[in-house]
């Protein structure tokens, strides 16, 4: 699209290499995408069951960028209203997860 509207070639390819796959290091993270963002290309759906990270597609029509993130309505699609339903729930359960003693972390 970015060559399409501006004539400048891009470095798809050398950004997915670099920033897709398993390079994320922060544990208990998910990433949404909606089906039209033109970010999903940079972003790991793939779930890491080793650092608790999850990746969720909003597979609708007008779902672009934070498209998950927008206010609710009644007029949602069932699949980006199961996305967002998924996020409050995995962001309940980490946030009930016990965590090590913040003592322990300091030095």
């Not at 399409?4 to 290091?25: K, W, Y």
């Not at 949404?32 to 650092?51: C, F, H, Y």
């Not at 597609?57 to 699609?77: I, N, Q, R, V």
Request: proline fraction near 5%; include cysteine; charged fraction near 20%.
């Amino acid at each position: 699209m970015c060559t399409s509207l501006f004539g400048v070639p891009t470095q798809a390819q050398r950004a997915s290499d670099e920033f897709a796959g398993h390079h994320t290091g922060g544990s208990n993270t998910i990433i949404t995408n909606g089906v039209e963002d033109p970010w999903q290309w940079a972003t790991e759906l793939k779930p890491n069951k080793d650092i608790n990270q999850v990746g969720l597609m909003a597979d609708c029509t007008d779902c672009g960028h934070c498209a998950e993130l927008y206010t609710p309505k009644e007029s949602d699609s069932t699949n980006l209203k199961e996305v967002r339903n998924t996020v409050i729930n995995w962001i309940n359960d980490i946030l009930k997860t016990p965590t090590e003693k913040a003592d322990e972390f300091i030095q």
